[in-house]
């Protein structure tokens, strides 16, 4: 068990590196292949068509008046061409909100050799990353319990302030609280909590009918379990201890639990129409940071006629 | 006492301790160690893996050893251990009767032996008990038992003898004494050293002893050493070392002259199991010839020296020819050869230039043991009786055939001789030339290998007659002889039956020749007398002791003991006659201890029914705090490595690897030799140079120059990045003499007046990058100071600078650009190159003329290749300095407001026409092509 001292000084050090690593990772992502998706795809964050008729600035589509609507809705100059009335539609443009959960729990403080990072250092970069790049895109960030959704620019710098002055006890999952209908929630953890705590968590999440993504960073040693001889695991968190007398025969079986536990994850997101995926520390941060941007593209075309129940529902 | 081994248990029964070490082994091997402590983020899920059942952690195999051995050592000690514990006999009162080895082996070693008799007379005085001294060299002393204290005097007395000792002849006193005395007990103290009877000595003594208490006192000390067989062959002096057991591997031999001074030292190893070797004085002959004594050094004993006399000094040899030519034609002459057969192992005296006659006498006079006829004939009869009183004496006379000796009636030969001889293989001959048959087996030439290429064509014939085949050394393959040999009184007569020189034979070619003379020459110290103009009556001569060896090996007086012995005397040495120098003291005759052929053999006394001893020559010793010690040890290392195991030092190591890493990074260079380093900083340069276009400057060490030539190219290089497509590195400064050029398109190189001409290698390299395509951009920077005169001549201090440079350069004929020089139009379209000024002239290589009209039509000519040098005055780097905020750093002259601009142009330009080369020559012409294309 790590004393929380040390962890907070650790968790400083990592919030420092991250923040400066994150903007170059942010800056390094090629503008221009960011602004050609956004014009091919027509899905990006941000302030964008919704598909659908709303507050907004585009022209929809013209429809029918129906009798009872306000007159002054009623296009006079579309109108004037027919005998019939109508009425000029917008297209609804909205801006997302994006709830980020970089788990900074003492369990992410773990590096074996292979790694370049910390799980923590790495959660932190991408989670800072993404951060500015949403906000560039015009999307709103914020981190439960710490910030509050805000599409400033200076996202990471709030971020960062906002993590090193904080001194609530450090959770692994996020805290239960409701995010809107619309946005969206991505968990970066090592996600070594029991299946029972994931899904009460990813239930409260989901009850709004908010959508995520579940990422789980690992380090290549949890991965493969290099471990051989006799040695004593200790779980950093709650400090429980269990002896392996030829820890190499233990392997084989870590990495079917380990396997069962992601799929238990996978079931549950999968219920959800949630994304989860699995990263380990050894290879890139720009890789999981491309996924997760695009992720989160396919995921909205994915779950759109459930977002746009949702809304009408509203 | 363990066998072999001086070492003895105060509780021999606490050893059996040693019996649980393998129930300690099994509990050692099942105690697993500490486990290391990971902290593992996913430990949950391992406590849902069903605990599989866990063969015990075995301890590694050599840590449990480790444990074993730490545990055996606490029972070894606890058991007591004494090492070299104190002997003693055995307890009886019956009196000691103790046999003393004495003779010059026990010398060495004395002082543990008396040690050792010391300590059992002491023990045996504290237990009352008699004791009789029984010295072995002394068979003739009564033995009586006296009281500790009084052979406690005796023994002080005793001290070793100089001569090999015979312990058999001690054997009837012995038995006397001891039927005399009845119960006693024998203790011998031996010396290891079997001098010849000891098996017998042995049998003898258990004959005599038989159911007494022997104990045999032997090991424990170095076994002696002796000398013998000193020879001062050829080369070198050698003496063969011998010892009786193992013990001393090698040693030094010293050499020391008559006076005792130091001449030489050699060194000696002996072979594991070989018992003998040999040391060899490589020393002047000269020297060699001083060595009076050998010995070596710290072995105390008689046996140890080798005395030298005369007998070992290299003999000189009178060589007489008879010939007259060996003057005239000195490298066919027979003194030639006989000189380079005899020099290798002999001084050899010539005759010199006088009558054969007179040489001879002069020899005689001069009492040479050995003369050497070379083919002289008849001598005055006052000669020849001087000749054989001299042989009689014991010299050796050795002549040597020849066409004089031939025609001679002569007898001063050994065997009869025809007159005339015989000519073998010539043209009225039937015979071919002979070879040489064999050596008879009682000559001195005995076992000489029979040469095959050695032909006879002419020898003298002896006549046939009964003794001939007694006195024929050798002999050719028809059995007539070729060396005869006659003793005569204590002297040789030899006779070679063929002449010195190679006229008769080539026998003086051949290396048989060398070994057969050194054969004689061998003869012929034991032959002559030891002292000149002694007594006629040899048998009866005899010489008086001068200097004795003690058994230490010492010089002392001769003890009264000591005989005269005979002048002939040959053998070794013994009671009467102890080793060391008899006779006169100018001309001694040495006695040794060891004769020549006598080596030392081991004494095996495993036939004796003994209880066996050891001389202990160091204090008994408590081993237990070494063992203690050594266990505390093995406890602290398993305690280290437990630790190590349990992954607390691991774990200290993973952090500290890091560090560790970068100190052997660190330390790593330094060990690397010098040149690598160098390497690496031209590897560096090189890369620095090749991984960006970088433009050049030539270093000058004038620190202004070079920081305005710095900025100026620095700023061309920013220039260049913002009009044209090359994104050039900052500028590099290059010394010509060090650095690898070939990677730079252009150096620029500011010529700074009065500046020291460049080195020959610097030339040297500049030049190669010129024939190479690289282009040298000069600059005197001295437009302005003279502008240029007829014909753009200057004499400005740069100028002459520049001259002095180029005049060691291969420069090709220069010409100032002319308009349709391609350097104009390879970017920009200019007229001229200004600088900072801007009425120097720019010089480059002249193009080939062509009169051809259409050339001369052309917008722009270019050579085949590149302008290798460029020479201008304007100071180009100086209108294109610009400080680090942008601004020019040095004011223009004349200063018009365009002029730094075309100032850029003009460094582009060049830029551009070092790296695209007559490009832009071809390229005026592209639209007339792509308009003649599309015809």
Redesign the interface.
Same mark, same amino acid.
């Given at each position: 068990m790590?004393p929380a001292a040390a962890h907070n000084t650790r968790e400083i050090e990592a919030v420092r590196r991250a923040d400066g690593e994150s903007r170059t990772l942010a800056a390094s992502l090629p503008r221009l292949v960011l602004e050609a998706r956004r014009i091919a795809a027509n899905v990006i964050h941000g302030l964008h068509g919704r598909r659908r008729a709303g507050a907004g600035e585009s022209f929809w589509q013209y429809r029918r008046f129906v009798s009872g609507e306000p007159a002054q809705r009623v296009d006079w100059r579309r109108s004037a061409r027919d005998d019939l009335l109508y009425v000029r539609e917008q297209e609804w443009e909205a801006a997302h909100t994006i709830w980020l959960w970089p788990d900074r729990s003492p369990?992410?403080a &773990?590096a074996s050799?292979e790694a370049r990072d910390s799980k923590l250092e790495r959660a932190l970069i991408v989670a800072f990353a993404l951060a500015e790049l949403l906000v560039e895109g015009g999307e709103r960030v914020g981190i439960p319990g710490l910030v509050s959704p805000t599409a400033s620019r200076s996202i990471i710098d709030k971020m960062a302030q906002a993590m090193l002055h904080d001194d609530t006890a450090r959770l692994s999952l996020p805290p239960s609280f409701v995010p809107s209908p619309l946005s969206e929630v991505v968990v970066l953890s +090592?996600f070594?909590?029991?299946i029972a705590d994931i899904r009460t968590m990813l239930g409260g999440l989901s009850a709004s009918g908010a959508h995520g993504t579940l990422i789980q960073i690992v +380090?290549p040693?949890?991965e493969i379990f290099p471990?051989s001889? $006799?040695?004593? &695991?200790?779980?950093?968190?709650n400090g429980?201890?269990?002896?392996?007398? $030829?820890a190499e025969?233990?392997a084989n +079986?870590?990495v079917a639990?380990?396997a069962l536990?992601r799929e238990q994850i996978r079931i549950e997101t999968g219920k959800l129409g949630w994304l989860f995926s699995t990263h380990t520390t050894s290879r890139s941060a720009a890789e999981l940071l491309l996924f997760l941007h695009s992720g989160m593209m396919v995921n909205k075309g994915i779950a759109r006629g459930t977002t746009v129940e949702a809304g009408r529902s509203a | 006492m363990i066998a072999g081994l001086p070492l003895s248990f105060l509780e021999p029964m606490l050893l059996l301790g040693l019996l649980s070490l393998p129930v300690l082994w099994w509990l050692l091997r099942v105690m /697993? /160690?500490?486990?290391?402590?990971?902290?593992?983020?996913?430990?949950?899920?391992?406590?849902?893996?069903?605990p599989?059942e866990?063969?015990?952690?075995r301890t590694p195999w050599w840590l449990t050893a480790l444990r074993l051995a730490a545990a055996a050592l606490v029972i070894l000690a606890a058991a007591g251990p004494i090492w070299n514990p104190p002997v003693g006999a055995s307890a009886s009162h019956a009196p000691l009767a103790i046999l003393i080895d004495d003779g010059w082996s026990a010398a060495a070693s004395w002082d543990a032996r008396v040690k050792a008799a010391d300590e059992l007379i002491s023990n045996a005085s504290n237990e009352r008990r008699g004791v009789a001294l029984i010295p072995l060299s002394e068979p003739t002393r009564d033995i009586t038992i006296m009281p500790g204290g009084t052979a406690r005097v005796a023994l002080r007395q005793l001290s070793p003898k100089p001569y090999s000792i015979e312990r058999t002849e001690s054997l009837g006193t012995i038995d006397r004494f001891l039927k005399a005395t009845g119960d006693c007990e024998v203790i011998w103290l031996s010396d290891g050293v079997d001098s010849g009877h000891g098996a017998d000595f042995l049998q003898g003594l258990k004959k005599v002893v038989g159911d007494r208490t022997v104990t045999v006192f032997e090991g424990g000390t170095a076994p002696a050493l002796a000398l013998a067989a000193a020879e001062n062959a050829a080369a070198k002096m050698t003496v063969k070392v011998l010892r009786a057991g193992g013990g001393v591997a090698s040693g030094a031999v010293r050499g020391l002259d008559q006076k005792g001074s130091p001449i030489g030292e050699a060194h000696f190893g002996f072979a594991p199991g070989e018992r003998e070797t040999e040391a060899s004085f490589d020393l002047p002959v000269e020297l060699r010839n001083d060595i009076a004594r050998l010995e070596i050094s710290g072995e105390r004993s008689a046996g140890a020296v080798q005395l030298l006399d005369k007998r070992w000094r290299r003999r000189a040899v009178g060589v007489v020819s008879g010939s007259s030519a060996d003057v005239a034609q000195p490298l066919l002459a027979s003194t030639f050869y006989l000189t380079r057969a005899l020099s290798p192992f002999a001084d050899v005296r010539l005759g010199g230039h006088g009558a054969p006659q007179q040489a001879i006498s002069q020899f005689l006079d001069q009492k040479l043991p050995m003369m050497v006829l070379a083919d002289v004939g008849t001598l005055s009869p006052e000669l020849r009786e001087r000749i054989d009183a001299w042989i009689e004496r014991g010299g050796v006379l050795v002549r040597f055939a020849g066409p004089r000796l031939a025609q001679a009636d002569d007898d001063l030969v050994p065997v009869k001789l025809r007159r005339g001889g015989r000519s073998l293989g010539g043209s009225l001959t039937w015979e071919k030339p002979q070879h040489l048959a064999a050596f008879a087996a009682d000559s001195p030439f005995a076992g000489l290998a029979v040469p095959k290429d050695v032909t006879v064509n002419r020898q003298v014939l002896a006549e046939p007659d009964a003794v001939l085949p007694t006195k024929s050394w050798a002999s050719l393959e028809d059995g007539t002889p070729l060396v005869t040999g006659e003793h005569r009184g204590k002297g040789l007569l030899v006779l070679f039956h063929v002449s010195a020189d190679v006229r008769w034979s080539d026998l003086p070619l051949s290396g048989s020749f060398v070994e057969m003379l050194r054969r004689i020459v061998d003869i012929s110290g034991y032959a002559s007398g030891p002292a000149p103009g002694a007594a006629s009556a040899a048998s009866t001569e005899t010489v008086a002791p001068l200097h004795i060896l003690d058994g230490f090996g010492a010089f002392g007086p001769p003890p009264s003991t000591a005989k005269p012995l005979a002048a002939d005397f040959r053998s070794r040495a013994t009671l009467d006659h102890p080793p060391g120098f008899y006779g006169p003291a100018d001309g001694p005759l040495a006695v040794n201890t060891l004769a020549a052929t006598d080596r030392v053999t081991p004494l095996d006394t495993s036939v004796l029914n003994a209880r066996r001893a050891s001389y202990t020559n160091s204090e008994p010793r408590d081993l237990r705090g070494i063992l203690l010690t050594t266990a505390l040890a093995l406890f602290l290392i398993d305690a280290v490595v437990v630790a190590f195991l349990g992954g607390g030092i691991a774990g200290l190591l993973?952090r500290r690897a890091a560090p560790a890493a970068l100190m052997l990074a660190l330390l790593l260079p330094m060990a690397m030799p010098a040149p690598t380093r160098a390497d690496s900083a031209a590897d560096q340069f090189a890369i620095k140079a090749t991984t960006q276009t970088r433009l050049a400057y030539v270093v000058t060490g004038n620190a202004d120059v070079d920081n305005i030539v710095k900025a100026g190219l620095s700023g061309l290089t920013l220039f260049l990045a913002q009009r044209t497509a090359l994104e050039a590195g900052d500028p590099v400064g290059v010394d010509p003499a060090h650095d690898e050029l070939a990677f730079f398109p252009l150096i620029y190189w500011p010529v700074v007046p009065g500046a020291p001409k460049p080195p020959q290698a610097a030339i040297d390299k500049i030049d190669a990058y010129m024939k190479q395509g690289g282009t040298v951009l000069f600059d005197t920077r001295d437009a302005i100071e003279a502008p240029p005169g007829e014909n753009g001549a200057s004499q400005t201090p740069g100028m002459q600078t520049l001259r002095e440079i180029l005049s060691s350069l291969d420069v090709p004929e220069l010409e100032p650009v002319p308009r349709e020089h391609v350097l104009t139009k390879t970017f920009y379209l200019l007229r001229d190159f200004p600088g900072r000024f801007d009425t120097g002239q720019t010089w480059v290589e002249a193009l080939p003329r062509n009169e051809d009209d259409d050339t001369a039509s052309r917008p722009a000519r270019g050579g085949d290749g590149v302008s290798p040098i460029i020479i201008t005055s304007n100071d180009l780097a100086g209108a294109w300095a610009i400080r680090p905020d942008g601004q020019p750093m040095l004011p223009l002259s004349p200063g018009e407001p365009r002029q730094r601009e075309f100032a850029f142009r003009a460094g582009v330009n060049i830029v551009m026409y070092t790296l695209t080369g007559n490009y832009k020559a071809d390229q005026v012409h592209a639209p007339a092509l792509i308009e003649r294309l599309g015809q």
């Open positions: 790590v369990s992410m &773990f050799k +090592d070594w909590s029991s +380090d040693a949890e471990y001889g $006799r040695v004593e &695991f200790v779980e950093p968190e429980n201890v269990i002896l392996a007398g $030829r025969s233990w +079986d870590y639990r380990l536990h | /697993p /160690p500490r486990p290391r402590r990971i902290e593992f983020p996913p430990t949950r899920l391992l406590f849902d893996i069903a599989r866990e063969t015990p952690s993973r």
